[in-house]
């Protein structure tokens, strides 16, 4: 067999694992973002809703995709179970296994939304929802063949198609959920929620910084030309510059040279190469990374003000950074490389505003889908669940007790003493 | 206590007439504290006897250097000429001045620089000793209870004992120039109130938010850098408006940093003579003020950060001339 083939099947495998193991990075970004009596849940329901997921896309969420259909969504392939091969191209069952790890990464953004407040059983219900009729239709638009992708719209590895969709949905989310208690004054003044490990959120970033290069890099889908390696660059190079802009920019707006906003920038960074990385120059990238590591500042400081709660900061980081970030190439793409990768040069090499246009038309409209079609789920869900929220004792108790019965940290939570079963 | 409850309807009622100078206010807040201490050792002399040695009570931080607010916290302390025996007594008196303090509406002090703590409260000899330990260690913990120190003045009783205490303090620092070094160290780090693109930082979170701590991030620089002068030139004087005056003719740049501290004292006052407790007089809402104001206020932080840095430069030139 081509040993080439070979090769682009086990490089996509291995950015396969590399784009699961960001979860392992959310884990810890999320919890070490959030307080201390929410930590346990918060990291075991990710390791659940993988789970849950995982069979979702399985059963139907790759044939919404991928399958034979139309240019709104695919209808084939569902119970996916493939192990023939064509011997050129990508296994079909590699290719699903890489991209039900770039489904799960959307998921997951989502419940960013939720954190620190969402009953349980909310994550049980969205997570089967949104895998349905909210992610595999936007990937269909773009990468499925869709009606999008007939445009030419450039979203590499998925600044729109995962990023800003799981926003989205995380927008809706802690819309309808509103403000976790204790965010907000009664003058309307906003309080710092801080999270209780700075060391784990760090960790976190850095994490999902190397499982970056599986998703970004891994999207060349193969070795050939070893252009995997520019990709990695600029998605390198992005990441640094986002970290380096934050933190400069939030200390020359505050003073501080705040910890968490500069690990948001390097995400941001990544979030906004992410679609562009296979289209720009290096000097791009960094330009690319630099703005969004600007705007996830200007961001979360937005969304404070606006009272909306967005607890580890799903919408600046994958939200606003993704629109920035899917809109670059309207800009920065040049002409050699969007002809290797697909649609038109950007507006600052002669392109006009066409790319920036298509880029636009597909921010607005994916995000608008994402969106609405989030919010009425979660209205319908917290109609028939009575409400997508636990109580406020719950919520002040953490829900590592509330949904699961037992504390992250049980040492350091107080009168728990008598909860122990202990035998000596 | 009936007395208590009365000096602090006194203070109540006359508090508005001085509150918009810094110089009345300070000689109310003075008389206030020594009537409230004079009762206070009356009480503990009628419960205890009376003083078994000749004692005085001195005060520190914004009170000793005659710069309190409308409200203000304690720090103070008592030096006792007497055998280490007598020192229950005296922490009793301690503890009693800052109950009645506390009664008549001073805040107990965070730190605990009160007399009622033995570290605050002790003979003459004992305050020596800890004056040299305080040097011997030259810590940041150790020195920064020295700058505290410092800025004090006897409010009742014979003002020679403290007096006797800062001739010692001078005299370790003549010994030893480095100390000077330290003690900048001890309070260079600025919590600075204005931003890389000349805008105000107000607190953004919480009960704080958009507000400015006066205290820290206008108030200190100038604070610091004088008593750094004072120490330098040995100048007893606690007032960090008094210290100007004493030392411009010397120092030449000073005279520009005066007028704007004056204008910081009554600005202050202008801002807070209605708030209700100590926890909120240091706070300035950034909303409140005119485009003017804040202007004025930039500068006189601005003003503050150059007024350290070239305070701190003369110094450290004359340790270095001083080792060569």
């Known amino acids: 067999m081509d040993s080439v083939f070979l090769m682009n099947n086990l490089w996509v495998g291995i950015s396969a694992v590399l784009v699961l193991l960001m979860q392992g990075g959310f884990i810890l970004l999320e919890a070490g973002s959030t307080r201390m009596k929410n930590a346990g849940h918060v990291a075991g329901k990710t390791v659940f809703t993988i789970g849950l997921g995982t069979i979702v896309f399985w059963a139907v969420g790759y044939g919404l995709i991928y399958g034979e259909g139309n240019s709104f969504v695919g209808l084939s392939n569902f119970f996916y179970g493939d192990y023939t091969t064509m011997g050129e191209g990508l296994a079909g069952s590699v290719d699903f296994f890489f991209q039900l790890a770039f489904a799960l990464i959307a998921l997951t953004i989502a419940f960013g939304g939720f954190a620190e407040r969402a009953k349980l059983s909310a994550y049980v219900v969205f997570a089967i929802l949104f895998s349905v009729f909210v992610y595999p239709v936007v990937a269909h638009w773009i990468w499925g063949g869709g009606w999008l992708s007939e445009h030419g719209k450039q979203d590499f590895a998925g600044s729109t198609v995962v990023h800003l969709t799981g926003a989205m949905a995380a927008l809706a989310a802690t819309i309808i959920l509103k403000p976790r208690i204790g965010k907000y004054n009664k003058d309307g003044s906003a309080n710092d929620l801080a999270g209780h490990n700075q060391v784990y959120t760090a960790l976190g970033v850095l994490i999902l910084w190397i499982g970056w290069f599986g998703f970004n890099a891994g999207s060349t889908f193969g070795v050939e030309d070893a252009f995997f390696g520019y990709v990695a660059l600029n998605t390198q190079l992005a990441a640094g510059a986002g970290a380096v802009a934050a933190m400069f920019v939030v200390w020359a707006l505050t003073g501080k040279a705040d910890i968490p906003t500069t690990l948001n920038g390097a995400l941001a960074g990544l979030v906004a190469i992410t679609a562009s990385c296979a289209f720009v120059a290096p000097w791009a990238a960094v330009i690319i990374g630099l703005i969004g590591g600007l705007i996830v500042v200007f961001s979360m400081k937005f969304f404070d003000k606006a009272k909306i709660d967005d607890p580890i900061f799903a919408l600046s980081v994958h939200g606003a950074a993704g629109i920035w970030g899917t809109l670059s190439t309207g800009f920065f793409a040049t002409p050699e490389l969007a002809a290797m990768n697909g649609g038109m040069e950007g507006l600052l090499y002669g392109g006009g505003f066409h790319q920036l246009g298509v880029q636009i038309l597909g921010v607005a409209s994916s995000g608008l889908y994402a969106f609405v079609v989030s919010f009425v789920i979660l209205k319908i869900m917290s109609v028939v669940m009575r409400s997508l929220r636990v109580s406020e004792e719950e919520e002040i108790i953490g829900l590592d007790l509330s949904e699961h019965g037992s504390y992250g940290y049980p040492e350091n939570m107080p009168n728990q003493n008598q909860n122990q079963n202990t035998s000596a | ?324």
Not at chain 2, 19 to 31: A, M, P, T
Not at chain 2, 174 to 197: A, D, M, P, T
């Open chain 2, 1 to 324: 206590m009936k007395e208590y409850d009365q000096l602090k309807s006194w203070r109540e009622q006359n508090i508005k007439t001085v509150s918009g100078d810094s110089i009345k206010l300070n000689e109310f807040h003075d008389r206030l504290i020594i009537a409230t201490v004079h009762v206070a050792i009356e009480k503990v002399k009628s419960e205890w006897g009376p003083a078994p040695a000749r004692f005085s009570f001195f005060i520190m931080g914004s009170a000793g250097r005659s710069e309190q607010s409308v409200w203000s916290d304690q720090d103070h302390g008592i030096i006792y000429q007497g055998p280490e025996e007598v020192n229950p007594y005296f922490l009793k008196l301690g503890e009693e001045i800052s109950n009645a303090l506390f009664a008549v509406g001073y805040d107990f002090c965070d730190g605990n620089v009160m007399a009622s703590n033995p570290r605050w409260c002790k003979s003459t000899a004992a305050w020596a000793d800890q004056l040299h330990d305080w040097f011997d260690n030259e810590s940041w913990e150790s020195l920064r209870h020295f700058s505290t120190f410092f800025d004090s003045r006897v409010l009742v009783g014979n003002e020679e004992y403290l007096a006797e205490l800062k001739r010692i303090a001078f005299w370790r620092l003549e010994q030893n120039k480095n100390l000077y070094l330290r003690l900048i160290e001890n309070v260079s780090h600025i919590r600075k109130g204005v931003g890389l693109f000349g805008q105000l930082l107000p607190n953004s979170y919480g009960d704080e938010a958009g507000t400015i701590n006066l205290k820290e991030k206008v108030f200190f620089p100038y604070v610091n850098s004088l008593r750094l002068l004072a120490l330098w030139e040995k100048l007893t004087e606690p007032s960090t408006l008094v210290r100007f005056k004493r030392l411009e003719s010397t120092y030449g740049y000073l005279e520009n940093y005066k007028n704007l501290f004056i204008i910081l004292l009554n600005y202050r006052l202008r801002f807070q003579h209605d708030t209700k407790s100590y926890e909120k007089v240091h706070l300035l809402e950034v909303e409140r003020l005119t485009r003017k104001e804040k202007q004025e206020l930039k500068q006189m932080m601005k003003n503050g950060y150059k007024l350290f840095s070239d305070t701190r430069g003369i110094i450290e030139k004359g340790v270095r001339l001083e080792n060569k």
